[in-house]
């Protein structure tokens, strides 16, 4: 396997469960009576990641990549499930099943990478005709792409939305074809936005942090104020004071923030370098694939969490507005844990394809 991959995404969630303990122990106990309350449960879904990430390395990926539609229909049905469930801050987005909780979106999200791997790679497939791009695939994908909306969860759906249009872009789709694309996701997002009001406070509040980042919502203040808080070599682990109920999810969306107070400008420096590590070392994967199957999924995969990693630095950072979407690794929550961790799985499947290694 490329070892350089599993090292570094081993070390991210090290940092990950040490970070979600440091971020969440006093919350935890002033909620719920006990400060591993929230690293217990993290700890629960890392041994389920690996015990499923070490059953992904073994199989055959191209062989089973025919159970993808069926797989796609079943998350079809897991986001409708969410409906009937009790809402969580006002949002339909997670199943639960007795102590965990899942969310589907990210479920989703990989399914939808191994499908359009899988089909996108069929011979019989002409990507230059319009039709074989639109007709098969809008309503498929748009259908899942709109049930998390509903949920609601735009952030979600702007990360699927995006690796969606990259995979279809390195599939070889004409620009034109995604332009035709994009031009009315764009105008439908507007839409909600600006006329029906879907999160246009957070629109608003980003607009006034763009002047300055103190003018903008108590979330993005105080995120701000944790980064600088930690100055080059950070407050120290466990020092850190933002964590006492001033930033809103220190453990969860915002732990970037945790670790730059803590951490300072090194421990950032030292985890965006893991993270280049694992994006350069799955872009190199997906160009030693023998095929397009394995080509298409190694970037789907790797293009997934680069998108991830952006638009969570990029609200933290008040270069974006706020969307909600976890850290790879490092964030608490389940499913985004157990998501990272397979996707590297799936890399680290991919690399030994016919005994290659993939070298520098």
Not at 123 to 134: H, M, S, T, Y
Not at 223 to 244: S, Y
Not at 246 to 256: E, G, M, S
Request: aromatic content about 12%.
């Amino acid at each position: 396997m490329d070892k350089k991959l599993l090292y570094c995404a081993l070390g991210l969630v090290i940092i990950g469960m040490v970070m979600v303990y440091s971020a969440s122990s006093i919350m935890a106990d002033a909620r719920f009576g006990s400060h591993l309350y929230f690293l217990q449960r993290q700890l629960i879904w890392l041994v389920l990641a690996l015990a499923i990430a070490w059953a992904v390395i073994k199989i055959d990926l191209k062989r089973f990549s025919v159970y993808s539609v069926p797989l796609l229909f079943i998350t079809f049905l897991l986001l409708t499930a969410v409906f009937v469930m009790p809402a969580r801050n006002g949002a339909h987005r997670w199943l639960f099943l007795g102590p965990l909780t899942i969310q589907p979106s990210e479920v989703f999200r990989m399914v939808v990478i191994y499908y359009l791997a899988f089909s996108l790679s069929q011979k019989k497939r002409n990507i230059e005709d319009w039709r074989q791009v639109v007709i098969p695939y809008a309503p498929l994908l748009g259908a899942g792409l709109i049930l998390i909306i509903l949920e609601p969860s735009l952030g979600s759906a702007m990360t699927i939305t995006a690796t969606i249009l990259i995979i279809f872009f390195l599939a070889g789709v004409r620009l034109y074809h995604l332009g035709a694309l994009i031009i009315p996701l764009a105008t439908l997002a507007s839409f909600m936005v600006f006329v029906l009001g879907y999160k246009k406070a957070r629109v608003i509040d980003y607009l006034a942090a763009i002047e300055n980042p103190l003018a903008g919502s108590y979330q993005v203040k105080q995120a701000v104020l944790t980064l600088g808080a930690g100055g080059v070599f950070g407050t120290g682990l466990g020092n850190g004071r933002q964590k006492l109920f001033f930033l809103p999810y220190p453990h969860t969306d915002f732990i970037f923030a945790s670790i730059g107070e803590e951490l300072g400008l090194v421990g950032l420096a030292a985890i965006l370098l893991l993270f280049y590590i694992i994006l350069w070392r799955g872009v190199k994967i997906a160009m030693y694939q023998p095929d397009r199957f394995g080509y298409l999924l190694a970037m789907g995969m790797t293009v997934s969490l680069l998108v991830s990693v952006v638009l969570n630095i990029g609200v933290v950072t008040s270069i974006l507005p706020t969307t909600g979407i976890p850290l790879p690794f490092l964030s608490y929550g389940g499913s985004a844990l157990l998501i990272s961790i397979i996707s590297v799985a799936i890399l680290l499947n991919l690399s030994r394809r016919q005994g290659m290694v993939v070298r520098e």
